[in-house]
């Protein structure tokens, strides 16, 4: 089993940046696939990003792609969305998950609660 914990959302203008990070704890022994998702009230979650354990497999929703990058440091068990131009539309709350066996788009067994991200226009 892993925790995860999710870190590094807020209030950030249109066109700025933030960083996400997502600490895994726990079975950290065990390598993971870890993907990002973000999720509006009343709407279905959306895939945004993942990554393999290895770090080498790297996969992005096309409505971010170019502008965010999932990274990993599994010497801290952390993984992180650096999001840079960030528009309005991607207001809502991120999630990372993870996976021992599915990476992509998942299904994936482990979540964490979640950081609101909100970009004011």
């Known amino acids: 089993q892993v925790q995860l914990v999710e870190s590094g959302g807020g209030l950030v203008q249109a066109g700025g940046s933030l960083r996400l990070s997502c600490a895994a704890s726990?079975?950290?022994?065990?390598?993971?696939?870890i993907a990002w998702f973000r999720q509006v009230p009343g709407k279905e979650r959306e895939f945004v990003a993942a990554?393999?354990?290895?770090?080498?497999?790297?996969y992005y929703a096309d409505s971010v792609k170019g502008r965010f990058t999932i990274s990993r440091d599994n010497a801290k068990n952390t993984v992180y969305l650096q999001m840079n131009s960030l528009k309005p539309e991607d207001t809502t709350v991120y999630y990372c998950?993870?996976?021992?066996?599915?990476w992509g788009r998942g299904p994936y067994d482990y979540w964490g609660q979640g950081t609101q991200v909100t970009v004011s226009s």
């Open positions: 998950a993870a996976d021992q066996r599915r």
């Open positions: 726990g079975r950290t022994d065990s390598s993971w696939h």
């Open positions: 990554i393999n354990r290895g770090g080498d497999r790297i």
